[in-house]
């Protein structure tokens, strides 16, 4: 039983198929197709289908217009790819702390990067939705607000789930209290294209960016180019022009992935409310084994589209080591993970930036096991886990 694994329906591998049957492979109706989905399940004006998070978190940067000088306030409990996507524009990272309960960076942790940014110009913060919980993105963008800091949330954890703006329910990817929202379709998330990603905002400048800076930089409307006399004949847009107004990557996703997409779209419900009823099985078997074994702490108002089911199990108090109790699971066929090392602590970032204090970051990460989640586990599988998770804890 690994951590996560997709779920691979008859109707996925229809639609892929008929993809392989058709004349597009790539920038064909399957795009449009998924992205239509995208808009629909994330309630966003625009959402924009690119090769995985990773392009899709890159592109949120250049839209942006990040650079030398700037900085990305980053919760350095994340996977490298929230940090490592500032320092491909050039800017810099100033890693935030966490909470300890829930690894959500809060409105005060954002406040205490803001005052480290020394002579750096901090021009947006990345709000990690951990594990699928959504962090306090109301006061994350009031802060923002008055920091003039733009908000890219990263919600390659958060696909399918909702949280309270106002009073009222709204999806995650609805951009209600951000600039845009990032999400990944890697095979361990919540819906998976294998590899894939969509951007989401409701900015009709930043969509037309993100457009563009996917593919090469191009604009192939000729309503868009600046140069008449290589665009147009008499008047007629030349057939074979296109314009290139800054420079851009290859970051499509194909037909295929995108047809793959679309499925895992149609039954996001269904992977989000089984995901919730396994999360739920796990509180009610892990109760008893309170403090020494704890869910990771809750956020209220929302209902999270559940990434991941992270236990906080105090391993020096139970006389074991994490790396004990996960070679001791692994024994019984059940893959556990750990999310993350902060990844302020990384080589590459502690040469650039030295030892960060981030406490919070710190004791989360001391306690965090990722059990398995995914939809095809069954009700007995948790109890299975559990049994098998005490019994290496020595309970
Ligand atoms: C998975 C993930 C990404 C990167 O997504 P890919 O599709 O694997 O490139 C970025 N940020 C977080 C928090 C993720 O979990």
Redesign the pocket.
């Known amino acids: 039983m690994p951590y996560g694994r997709q779920s691979i329906d008859q109707a996925d591998i229809d639609a892929v198929v008929a993809v392989l049957e058709s004349d597009w492979l790539t920038t064909g109706p399957a795009v449009d197709r998924f992205e239509e989905a995208a808009r629909e399940v994330t309630g966003a004006r625009h959402a924009l289908a690119c090769s995985?998070?990773?392009?899709g978190?890159h592109l949120a940067t250049l839209a942006l217009e990040l650079g030398s000088g700037d900085a990305l306030i980053v919760p350095t409990l994340?996977?490298l790819?929230?940090a490592n996507c500032a320092r491909y524009v050039g800017a810099e990272v100033i890693f935030a702390d966490v909470d300890p309960e829930t690894a959500l960076i809060e409105p005060h942790h954002l406040e205490e990067a803001l005052a480290r940014a020394g002579d750096l110009r901090p021009v947006a913060v990345a709000p990690?939705h951990f594990g699928g919980q959504v962090a306090d993105l109301q006061g994350l963008s009031a802060v923002a607000r008055t920091s003039g800091l733009h908000v890219m949330e990263?919600a390659?954890?958060a696909l399918g789930g909702t949280y309270t703006h106002d009073g009222k329910q709204v999806r995650v990817g609805a951009c209600a209290d951000s600039d845009l929202a990032v999400f990944?379709?890697?095979p361990v998330?919540t819906a998976t294209m294998a590899?894939?990603?969509i951007v989401t905002t409701n900015d009709d400048r930043l969509a037309e960016r993100v457009a563009r800076l996917r593919t090469h930089g191009t604009i192939r409307e000729p309503s868009g180019w600046s140069d008449r006399d290589q665009g147009f004949t008499d008047g007629m847009a030349n057939a074979w022009y296109y314009e290139m107004p800054e420079v851009g990557l290859n970051y499509r996703a194909s037909d295929l992935h995108c047809a793959l997409g679309a499925t895992q779209l149609s039954r996001l419900n269904h992977f989000v409310t089984r995901r919730a009823e396994l999360v739920a099985a796990y509180d009610a078997a892990l109760a008893p084994f309170s403090p020494a074994i704890r869910p990771v702490g809750r956020r209220p108002d929302q209902m999270p589209g559940w990434h991941l089911f992270i236990a906080l199990i105090d391993f020096e108090a139970l006389g074991t080591t994490r790396a004990a109790v996960m070679a001791a699971l692994r024994e019984e066929g059940i893959g556990t993970q750990v999310h993350y090392l902060p990844v302020h602590r990384q080589p590459y970032y502690r040469d650039r930036y030295g030892s960060l204090d981030l406490p919070g970051a710190d004791a989360f990460y001391e306690r965090c096991l990722s059990l398995p989640l995914f939809p095809g586990m069954e009700d007995d599988d948790v109890r299975r886990v559990v049994e098998a998770l005490t019994r290496a804890c020595g309970l």
């Open positions: 995985n998070g990773t392009a978190l994340t996977f790819a929230t990690v990263d390659c954890h990944s379709l890697h998330k590899e894939g990603g």
